[in-house]
């Protein structure tokens, strides 16, 4: 008797289960129609029944959160670098182009030639420097953001969300930019109708 009590409220859970699939997969199915076509193709039947399957107790939908959240403190953190270096740089022109007006305000007559060709010196010697270190906190940017797309492609790998792994494929990594386009939209969908798992 009590292994039969078992098996029917399993059965329950596992309709509700089977249901939420049907679901998910028919949302999914209506958002893929917004991608451009060349990835609708790529997204067979399979893909997104295996998708549905992973987005039905909602944890992937958190996953994907927490990694956004990430991407967004990193993405502030970095334009807040980039704004302080450009601060900094504008603070390094402005203290040069003083120093440069008091030397020709003290300079006499017959240095001034010297004068203005060892300040142009300066003046490009400085913007030099400028270029070089944007170029530098570029590529650092660049780096950062690259790293945590490889971090995010690990984390949802691991999750078990299908079509994640990594890759610095561009075509590859567009189709898991659409991948988390449908599943952010459709986490969206569902906390506004209310029908997230609890």
């Known amino acids: 008797m009590d292994a039969y009590c078992v098996v029917s409220d399993a059965q329950p859970d596992a309709a509700r289960q089977q249901e939420r699939h049907y679901y998910l997969l028919s949302e999914l199915q209506v958002l893929v129609k917004d991608l451009p076509s060349s990835f609708q193709q790529r997204l067979s039947y399979t893909t997104l029944s295996d998708l549905a399957q ?3 107790d909602g944890t992937v939908y958190e996953i994907v959160q927490g990694l ?3 991407q967004h403190l990193t993405e502030k953190n970095l334009y807040n670098q980039r704004q302080k270096l450009h601060g900094e740089h504008r603070a390094l022109k402005q203290d040069l182009v003083r120093k440069h007006k008091q030397s020709l305000q003290t300079c006499k007559s017959h240095n001034l030639a010297v004068l203005k060709t060892n300040q142009r010196a300066e003046t490009e010697a400085l913007d030099q420097r400028v270029k070089e270190e944007q170029r530098m906190m570029d590529e650092k940017i660049v780096a950062e953001m690259d790293q945590k797309v490889l971090d995010q492609q690990n984390t949802l790998e691991k999750a078990g969300v299908p079509g994640f792994y990594i890759t610095t494929n561009p075509q590859e990594v ?3 930019m659409n991948l988390l386009e449908l599943i952010l939209k459709l986490q ?11």
């Open 54 to 56: 992973a987005l039905i």
């Open 68 to 70: 956004l959240d990430i």
């Open 174 to 176: 567009m189709m898991q």
């Open 188 to 198: 969206q969908k569902e906390t506004l109708s209310g029908s997230l798992p609890s």
